[in-house]
């Protein structure tokens, strides 16, 4: 255990009542211990009375607060702030007290040690016990203190290590106490209570990585536009809300907004409010030493180039370092080409380093003090990485930032068993992305279960240095972020198996309990879902308009979420509604309504090349869809009054690079003019021909008990007289859904067989539908097989479909085991192997392996796609690989990245495909020399593979985005050989 979080002993009467607290919380030893009842499951606060438990708020009176005068500014700020906080919860005024010592009643007492004289009396008289904060970093205790102070009854005490400590202490209180730290940025109210306590006992908390903060970027025109409506601009009043939020989501970074912006030149009471508050500033990955790129543009003189200008660089960064004087900062150092872009080409590491020792000289001569005093951070952004890699020589003493590839995949971590470094290791991850293969802005894409995946990786292998993410324009990545913080603070609290739990308790913490539930669900279902694609790279044939019934089941699948998440909201306090728009109805009502505005234009241009009388009605469709995504946005902007007012301003719809487009452009709809008479048109599932015109056989997917219960035929008009029409089927074990009727545009017929009655073996069945004319002969493929011996995974449809942790056996080795994500993954959840800094493995034997049982009908060539999480090769550039055999045959090892794929370039196809598809594909070719049940096993090679999906092919099959649907799988042994 590296965490954080100390507790100490439970009190042997409470041991003997068998209570069980999970959390933080315990009971200390002083006072009437044998009496104390902590909180129900370790919470901080509840609301009913019980021995031990301090009144936080009884009979609607609060507990007054007292913390002394000469702690610093920062902590007096967030104590006057939790004053504000329980007092809109208790509903009325509370004390605060800066001088004077308690004297009545229960108190909180907040201050930091060797700054507050009081909490010093408390831990000189051995009241507080300091174990495990004192000369920690950002470390704090909550204790309950029986009869601190004459008339005093009952205190809980906060004392921090340290200034963030302390305020992190305090801003714990507040969001136990109910006080949301999304209160004002995303407006969810704070629930009156009449009665609150304070579990007894003691409760240390410390955060595993250093420094854990954001950075806004890419924030034109919503958050910019915003903030200039409602501040002014991004200025100091701006930016203390931001170091609120940052602060009581237990933060302390922030790299500001630099489109055109400047945190120091812009308003230079924010930087100073910064330190003031306890926030640390640094910037961004391309601006040293504290200058904002734009600040360049103003105030530079010649050529953003060292080889040619260097003394006039040198100079405009002293002035950063100056200007920066005492305030708490991290410094960026290094450089790279002017806007962010690449140094010229054949820039040498030896120029590199020469910079960043320049720079160091400047901050030591500016500072006074050897430069490794002041933090300092290079950020291995792009090519950067690449000289690095290449021995580009790093001070010890300064932290390497690692980067992902913009996407959510990081590209590179220290080696586990590299020597420790002074400045040690950091990750700079991505929720919002300018660049190829297409900027992403608008709404929230990224799952948290992806988030603990790759950080999970930084941390085991040593970053914890600094964890900073690029948020965009801040909302509406609140969900994300909050994960992103929480687990930054704390990644012991958080292991792969509680992942289900964060979005429910996220969702208590801004609704209550009593929707939590489906809350949770909601919010864990719409970023699957949105994480597949991003809105900006979606078209209208992202998903299969023809195979597997695809695009219909994603257009189904998020109407049916957004069904649910409206009944929800209607449920709901009027209180809550704006902020359940904000974080959970509009980022589903959005995402479905753009989900199916692409799969109405896919439809309308199948049907216009079909010459489908339907075709005008689906443009139509999706013209409405179109200006729906306004209304939407109208929604959104008009909250509160008009709070959030162009907050939803990205576009996403028109892209045709990786730039946005100045406005949404409507996709292009096919129209189509019809004759007066009417012409009957026949298609079949999993084809866009369409018949008597196709030359081609009209054949259907075939059907299996081991399939879809059914497939199903369009009869279509393409004109504007209306039809009868008659399906006849070639056996009375095959039934039509409507064997007759009338046609004005279109209909769809489903037929489907009754297997008691159907034959067994393979035959085809003719359908004959005849129309205004016309007669079309469907074939129907029917599969009876005999049921005998049939287990595990069926094949039907020339595919077997499976499911990561759907395996029957998982082999561990000695110190290697495999970790079911749930939910993580573009279908369902994902298998990876433990831990991550792992040896490679050799396959084969009773190595690491999954099984999984499958049946198939043929003997012959297969072909095995293996679907995975779009990670890289964390430690070199060679790729991840990882092995797949057959029963007992000896295993294929294969690398799961394409040639360019582990390139994250504009230029390398591979790479964007990946990306973009956020999920990797690798195949590999074996043959099954007998029908019937095999085992297909999947070898780990190396650490960091995250496997989501398996499909073995026996056939050719119809292209689709997320592969064919699971298989059934019949039950068997427990376990395959």
């Not at 921090?160 to 801003?171: E, L, N």
Request: charged share 20%.
């Amino acid at each position: 255990m590296t965490h954080r979080r100390a507790l100490a002993g439970w009190s042997l009467a409470l041991a003997l009542l068998g209570a069980a607290c999970t959390g933080p919380a315990s009971v200390s030893s002083r006072g009437p211990a044998a009496l104390a009842q902590p909180c129900p499951d370790g919470a901080l606060v509840c609301t009913e009375a019980s021995p031990g438990r301090l009144a936080l708020i009884a009979d609607g009176q609060p507990a007054a607060l007292h913390a002394d005068a000469s702690d610093d500014a920062g902590v007096l700020r967030a104590v006057r702030n939790l004053q504000s906080d329980l007092g809109r919860v208790a509903g009325g005024s509370v004390a605060l007290e800066l001088e004077a010592l308690p004297s009545s009643g229960p108190a909180v007492i907040v201050g930091t040690l060797g700054q507050s004289a009081l909490v010093d009396r408390l831990v000189a008289e051995g009241k507080v016990d300091t174990t495990g904060v004192s000369g920690r970093w950002e470390a704090f205790v909550q204790q309950t203190v029986e009869a601190p102070f004459p008339g005093v009854d009952r205190a809980l005490v906060i004392a921090g290590s340290d200034r963030r400590g302390t305020i992190f202490g305090v801003y714990d209180l507040a969001e136990a106490m109910g006080v949301s730290p999304w209160h004002y940025w995303a407006d969810v109210p704070v629930q009156p209570q009449a009665a609150l306590y304070v579990s007894p006992g003691r409760r240390v908390e410390r955060p595993a990585v250093r420094y854990r903060g954001i950075f806004l970027n890419d924030e034109e025109p919503a958050l910019g536009t915003w903030a200039r409506e409602t501040y002014g601009g991004l200025n100091a009043a701006f930016y203390e809300d931001v170091f609120d939020l940052i602060l009581r989501l237990k933060g302390n970074y922030l790299w500001p907004a630099m489109w055109g912006k400047s945190i120091y030149d812009d308003d230079p009471a924010a930087p100073e409010l910064a330190h003031e508050m306890g926030v640390v500033l640094g910037t961004s990955h391309h601006e040293p030493l504290s200058r904002a790129h734009v600040e360049w543009e103003r105030y530079g003189d010649g050529a953003w180039n060292y080889e040619t200008n260097a003394d006039a660089l040198q100079a405009f960064w002293r002035t950063g370092i100056e200007r920066m004087g005492d305030n708490e900062s991290l410094v960026t150092v290094g450089m790279r080409g002017d806007g962010d872009e690449a140094m010229s080409e054949g820039t040498a590491i030896d120029l590199l380093e020469t910079i960043v020792a320049d720079q160091r000289d400047i901050i030591a001569d500016v500072t006074g003090q050897p430069a490794e005093e002041t933090p300092q951070v290079w950020a291995l952004y792009k090519e950067v990485q690449d000289y690095y890699d290449q021995g580009m020589e790093v001070p010890d003493d300064v932290t390497l930032l690692f980067a992902d590839d913009n996407w959510g995949n990081i590209r590179r971590l220290p080696d586990p068993d590299a020597a420790p470094r002074a400045g040690g290791y950091g990750v700079y991850y991505h929720f919002d992305y300018v660049g190829a293969p297409r900027s992403y802005k608008w709404i929230n894409k990224t799952q948290i279960e992806r988030v603990w995946e790759q950080m999970h990786m930084a941390y085991e292998h040593g970053a914890r240095e600094i964890w900073v993410v690029n948020v965009g324009d801040l909302k509406p990545m609140e969900y994300p972020i909050s994960f992103f913080l929480d687990y930054a603070w704390d990644p012991d609290a958080w292991p792969a198996e509680r992942l289900p739990e964060y979005p429910r308790q996220w969702a208590v913490k801004q609704f209550g309990e009593a929707h939590a539930d489906e809350i949770g669900r909601l919010l864990q279902t719409y970023t699957r879902f949105n994480s597949r694609r991003t809105a900006e790279l979606l078209t209208p044939t992202t998903y299969s308009l023809t195979g597997y019934r695809e695009a219909e089941r994603v257009v189904d699948d998020y109407n049916a979420l957004l069904t649910d998440a409206e009944r929800v909201g209607e449920q709901l306090p009027a209180a809550h509604q704006d902020a359940y728009f904000q974080l959970v109805l509009h980022p589903i009502v959005a995402s479905a309504n753009i989900s199916e505005l692409y799969a109405t234009v896919g439809l309308n241009r199948l049907y216009g090349a079909q010459g489908r009388a339907a075709t005008n009605a689906l443009a139509d469709r999706a013209r409405q869809l179109f200006e729906r995504d306004d209304a939407i946005d109208a929604q959104y902007h008009a909250l509160g009054g008009g709070k959030w007012n162009h907050m939803m301003s990205q576009v996403r719809i028109g892209y045709t690079s990786w730039n946005d487009p100045p406005e949404d452009v409507m996709p292009e709809v096919e129209t189509v003019r019809l004759g007066d008479a009417a012409e009957m048109g026949v298609a079949v599932e999993g084809s866009s021909g369409w018949w008597p015109e196709a030359d081609a056989e009209a054949v259907l997917p075939e059907l299996s008990p081991y399939g879809p219960d059914d497939v199903y035929v369009e009869v279509f008009n393409r004109g504007t007289a209306p039809f009868r029409y008659t399906v006849e089927t070639g056996a009375d074990w095959l039934t039509a859904s409507e064997p007759a009727g009338e046609v004005d545009q279109q209909t769809r017929i489903y037929l489907s067989a009754d297997w008691d009655a159907a034959p067994d073996g393979r035959q085809r069945v003719p359908v004959t539908i005849t129309g205004a004319g016309r007669t079309v002969t469907v074939q129907v493929p029917v599969f009876n097989p005999s049921p005998a011996g049939i287990t595990g995974f069926v094949e039907s449809n020339g595919f077997v479909s499976i499911e990561a942790p759907h395996f029957d056996r998982a082999v561990v080795g000695d110190e290697i085991s495999w970790q079911v994500i749930p939910g993580l993954g573009r279908t369902l959840s994902a298998v990876t192997p433990m831990p991550t800094t792992a040896d490679a493995q050799t396959p084969g034997g009773d190595s690491p392996h999954l099984a999984y049982r499958i049946y198939v009908h043929e003997a012959g060539e297969v072909e095995v796609a293996a679907t995975f999480s779009p990670s890289f090769d964390t430690q070199g550039p060679d790729g991840l690989r990882y092995a797949v055999s057959f029963d007992d045959a000896p295993p294929q090892t294969l690398v799961m990245h394409d040639e360019g794929s582990m390139l994250p370039d504009v230029y390398h196809a591979d790479w964007s495909r990946m990306v973009s598809d956020n999920a990797q594909t690798s195949t590999s070719t074996h043959v099954l020399d007998t029908p019937g049940e095999h085992v297909l096993r999947f070898w780990m090679v190396d650490p960091g593979v995250v496997l989501q999906k398996l499909v073995v092919a026996t056939d050719d099959l119809p292209p689709s985005y997320l592969g064919p649907p699971e298989s059934p799988r019949v039950p068997g042994p427990t376990a395959a050989r």
